[in-house]
């Protein structure tokens, strides 16, 4: 059975860093792609970080490529989010998601087999 637990989220400073973590069960990252989506208030699910091995590495969108840093634990089964230089507009619940990987990165929600719940980031002005 797979199986994703976000956590790791909290109250930071804008300016600040937070370390989100992914512990997964059920499958291998040699071939499951893993990404991080975030939620905002009133705002649609978008995909942020990705990592395939199939795909060919790591994928980061615009608004997060050179502060955000995602990466793998194999012998923990865990996946992070490094977050620096956080800004209020990076406020959001976070989620991780798994699926089969192909050699192109899913960016879209409907995409993602496997859900972990969300963890709460929030950022402060």
């Known amino acids: 059975e797979v199986q994703l637990q976000a956590s790791g989220g909290g109250l930071v400073q804008a300016g600040g860093s937070l370390t989100l973590s992914c512990a997964t069960s059920?499958?291998?990252?040699?071939?499951?792609?893993i990404a991080w989506f975030r939620q905002a208030p009133g705002k649609q699910r978008e995909g942020i970080s990705f990592l395939s091995k199939s795909a060919g590495g790591t994928y980061y969108i615009d608004s997060v490529k050179g502060r955000f840093t995602i990466s793998s634990n194999d012998a923990k089964n865990a996946v992070n989010l490094q977050m620096n230089s956080l800004n209020p507009e990076d406020t959001a619940v976070y989620y991780c998601a798994a699926r089969p990987g192909t050699r192109d990165f899913a960016l879209f929600p409907y995409e993602y087999n496997y859900w972990g719940q969300g963890t709460k980031v929030t950022v402060s002005a």
């Open positions: 059920g499958f291998t990252f040699d071939d499951h792609e």
